[in-house]
């Protein structure tokens, strides 16, 4: 006769198992919550980051199609004066009349409060615009803006883009 054994091996226990016990689980359902937190805070970090960039690169623009417009105006103009607004300095581009003196107003580029820098028939050039100077010298003008994004999250500022844009355009007239 046979005496019963009392050591089984590893796979008849899991064989004759019947689930799983309860720290088994714990440890599971620990693991899993800790790669899904995991996964979640890449991703945010990645969404915040992809939105920081693309409001980087939007006011990039802005000041570049802002900056080839002023520089495009200013170009084939005679004379240029600017004057102090309500938000900031405004600039005027006058014609050339053939005999040297300014004739007309060709264009003009100023900020309103809504940070919109606009020309003379009100078109937007640029938007996002938190300040734009203009400085008048001879025929040469130099032009500093600075342009703001606040990747619509108005109660952080840690994710705000800005840039500093400065550029210059001579009169060829």
Sequence with gaps: MKTPRTHRTASSRLRDSSGFTVVELMIV???????????????????????????????QREASLGMEAIQNAVRPSGALAAVPGAFGDSLEVYWEMPGGAPDSLANKFYL????????INGAVVASNV???????SGNTLH??????????????????????????AICRN
């Design 29 to 59: 359902v620990g693991i899993s919550i800790a790669v899904i937190l995991s996964i979640v805070v890449a991703q945010v970090g990645t969404i915040r980051s992809w939105n920081g960039t693309a409001a980087l690169l939007d006011i």
């Design 112 to 119: 309103d409060g809504s940070r919109n820098l606009l020309d």
């Design 130 to 136: 938190d300040s734009v100077d203009f400085f008048v």
């Design 143 to 168: 032009i500093d803006a600075w342009l703001s994004s606040d990747v619509d999250t108005p109660n952080r500022t840690t994710d705000d883009q800005r840039i500093q844009v400065s550029s210059t």
